[in-house]
Structure formats: C-alpha cells, structure tokens
C-alpha cells in the first residue's frame, strides 16, 4: 500500500527552525516527483519545495530559508525550515506524483513541480505554528 506519513511539526517562536520528515513507502516502482506543499486557514493549498526531473524548486516563500533534502533510498524525505515567520503557519503535506502529465518548458518547470494538482499521492499533513 502506498503511503505517505509527515512528522516533526509542531509550535515554534518566530525566527526558529524546525525539521519536517516524510516517510515514503510502497512506492514499489519509484515515483515521478516528491514534495512539500502547505495549505494555511482560508488558503489554497501551495508549493513550497519540490524535486522532479534531476532538480529541485523552492517557492519564493521558501527560498533562502528552507531546503529539500532525502536520503539516497528516495524512501526518506526532508524539509529544513529555518527563519520562520508567522506567515508560515500552515499544515504541511509530503506528496508524490506518479508520473509526468505534461511536458513543460524549461521556463515553466517550477510552477508545474510546485502546483499540488500535478500530484497523486498525499499524506495526511503536520501542522506548523510560528507564534511567540
């Protein structure tokens, strides 16, 4: 059974960090792309940091301050959140794309790594709180 299982959020005073992990598994054949996505209160889900097709993408949000990373399996993946700002409160989901649904240019790549609606699977979310 494919199955995605987020942990390591939590409430943490702005400018702190913290460690998101993604357990992947099931995952028999691979998959085409991995990610973290957050959706806030009253808010569309979003792209934070994603990897397909040999590279990573960050959303503006999230460049400089978070990084992708996992291990060399593909079973394990990673987000380190550092400065972190009230307005990153949020549930954060880990989600995997099966295959590739379109092929983008070259310019296009990070919107289509970073839209959720490009991907098939999802955990079930940890919810991060920035608050003093």
């Known amino acids: 059974q494919v199955q995605l299982v987020e942990s390591g959020g939590g409430l943490v005073q702005p400018g702190g960090s913290l460690r998101l992990s993604c357990v992947a598994s099931g995952f028999s054949a691979g998959y085409y792309a991995i990610g973290w996505f957050r959706q806030a209160p009253g808010k569309e889900r979003e792209g934070v940091a994603c990897t397909g097709n040999g590279d990573t993408y960050y959303s503006d949000a999230a460049k400089d301050r978070f990084t992708f990373s996992r291990d060399n399996t593909g079973n394990m993946v990673y987000l380190q959140m550092n400065s972190l700002e009230p307005e990153d409160t949020a549930v954060y989901y880990c989600?995997?794309?099966?295959?590739?649904?379109?092929?983008?240019?070259?310019?296009?790549?990070?919107?289509?790594?970073?839209?959720?609606?490009?991907?098939?699977?999802w955990g079930q979310g940890t919810q991060v709180t920035v608050s003093s």
């Open positions: 989600a995997a794309a099966w295959a590739r649904r379109s092929r983008p240019l070259y310019s296009e790549r990070s919107a289509y790594f970073l839209d959720p609606n490009k991907y098939d699977v």
